[in-house]
């Protein structure tokens, strides 16, 4: 395990760059955040059903599965530090295509900006885990570790701040004031990204083909079927079912809803953060596939044990935030374990395709479930959308243990 700090385990140059790729991350994160509580709350105050906002963002998440998997064969060809500035422009136009009349804001019209928007977010995403596996040496396992968990945690963290930003501009500029106040800040960070960010950072020797695409590791292969359906339980109660839950049933301003989103995607952050102490960084340990198969464990009879709490008790609204919380806590140790995994078992030379390849199952998870979320809750109810996340959960748990078979 490598307990060095930051300055021992980067060089100078690979520390500024790790600022820099973070400080984009960070930034687009906020906007992002941001504008899906903008979508949510706005769409459904104008009467939209459940199902329709979730068919807002169908683009986006299956954009997101389409950016991953070239994303990551563009990132080993022109370099990540392109991909990154590529990904901040396109949020850039995104946002500036919201700021059209009231009149034009047609679901085709909001689907064709957020399919933009899932392209930026996962071009961004993959070019900054990407990145660290190249600005660290290869024996620094436990920095590697450490540094995923960090970047990681920290962007679900700040994603929450920009749920609480999301719905106090909707409340103090209305929809496109917020709008083109995201658009201009973001707009001045790609511009300093374009003469910060090194060239070449993460361009492969060789010249990956399209049959490079897909990766040929039976470990990443698993491992990424575990993290579609890990992301698609988390989706499909939480993405739209969760905020129109408690618009309808508790009658939560939009205020509220994006304030208690935010604090629990800040503590879900946090906690990845802290993940690699939790799991035995401490002690000198760096985690393997068994402890991705004990956190699994962990989480799988959660959102069951939420539902028929919230069934037979007479508070069911703090049923739901004390599972809600729970839940956050353990699937952020499983997210962070995935995250380190995944970029230490990748290859140096075209990281960003294998990174890129696993993420693309993480985009279909959520797609899944973002559409499930509308669908299931329209029809059945939060408490079915909490069974369907149970049963992903124990499909995660199952590829999970077969991963023990691989040399991961």
């Known amino acids: 395990m490598d307990l060095r700090p930051m300055s021992e385990t980067f060089n100078n140059s690979g520390l500024r760059q790790y600022l820099v790729v973070t400080g984009?991350?960070?930034?687009?994160?906020?906007?992002?955040?941001a504008l899906r509580m903008l979508?949510?709350?706005?769409?459904?105050?104008?009467?939209?059903s459940p199902l329709a906002i979730a068919s807002l963002f169908l683009f986006y998440e299956l954009f997101g599965v389409v950016t991953n998997l070239v994303g990551g064969w563009l990132g080993a060809r022109i370099g990540l530090n392109k991909t990154m500035n590529i990904g901040l422009l396109l949020q850039v136009v995104a946002l500036s295509m919201l700021l059209v009349p009231a009149s034009m804001l047609t679901v085709v019209?909001?689907?064709?900006t957020q399919a933009m928007s899932g392209i930026a977010k996962d071009l961004n995403k993959m070019s900054a885990k990407s990145s660290l596996k190249l600005l660290l040496?290869?024996?620094?396992?436990?920095?590697?570790?450490?540094?995923?968990?960090?970047?990681?945690?920290?962007?679900?963290?700040?994603?929450?701040?920009?749920?609480f930003l999301g719905g106090l501009l909707l409340a103090q500029l209305g929809f496109q004031g917020a709008v083109a106040s995201m658009a201009a800040v973001l707009a001045a960070i790609w511009l300093l990204s374009l003469f910060l960010l090194k060239k070449d950072l993460g361009k492969s020797k060789f010249k990956p083909k399209f049959k490079d695409l897909f990766s040929k590791s039976s470990a990443i292969n698993k491992?990424?079927?575990?993290?579609?359906?890990?992301?698609?339980?988390?989706?499909?109660?939480?993405?739209?079912?969760?905020?129109?839950?408690?618009?309808?049933?508790?009658?939560?301003?939009?205020?509220?809803?994006?304030?208690f989103l935010a604090l629990w995607v800040i503590g879900y952050g946090m906690v990845q953060a802290l993940a690699p102490a939790i799991t035995g960084k401490k002690a000198g340990k760096v985690p393997g596939v068994s402890a991705?198969?004990?956190?699994?464990?962990?989480?799988?009879?959660?959102?069951?044990?939420?539902?028929?709490?919230?069934?037979?008790s007479s508070a069911p609204l703090w049923v739901l935030i004390g599972g809600l919380m729970v839940f956050g806590a353990v699937f952020a140790v499983n997210s962070s374990l995935h995250?380190?995994?995944?970029?230490?078992?990748?290859g140096c030379d075209g990281v960003s395709l294998d990174v890129g390849f696993y993420y693309m199952a993480n985009a279909i998870g959520r797609l899944i479930g973002t559409v499930l979320s509308g669908w299931v809750y329209q029809a059945y109810g939060l408490e079915v959308c909490l069974w369907i996340s149970s049963v992903f959960l124990m499909?995660?748990?199952?590829?999970?243990?077969?991963?023990k078979n691989e040399d991961a």
Request: hydrophobic share 55%; net charge positive; charged share 10%.
């Open 109 to 112: 019209w909001v689907m064709a």
């Open 24 to 33: 984009n991350y960070w930034a687009f994160t906020l906007t992002d955040g």
């Open 339 to 346: 995250s380190y995994l995944i970029v230490s078992l990748a």
């Open 137 to 163: 040496p290869d024996e620094a396992q436990g920095a590697l570790y450490k540094w995923i968990a960090i970047l990681t945690g920290s962007k679900n963290a700040l994603k929450g701040v920009g749920f």
């Open 39 to 48: 979508v949510v709350l706005h769409f459904y105050k104008l009467g939209y």
């Open 292 to 312: 991705v198969v004990g956190w699994a464990i962990a989480l799988c009879a959660i959102p069951l044990l939420i539902s028929t709490g919230m069934q037979y």
């Open 395 to 403: 499909l995660t748990l199952f590829i999970s243990i077969t991963l």
């Open 223 to 259: 491992l990424s079927a575990a993290r579609l359906f890990l992301f698609g339980a988390r989706d499909v109660w939480f993405v739209i079912a969760l905020p129109l839950y408690l618009a309808t049933q508790f009658q939560w301003s939009q205020t509220s809803i994006g304030s």
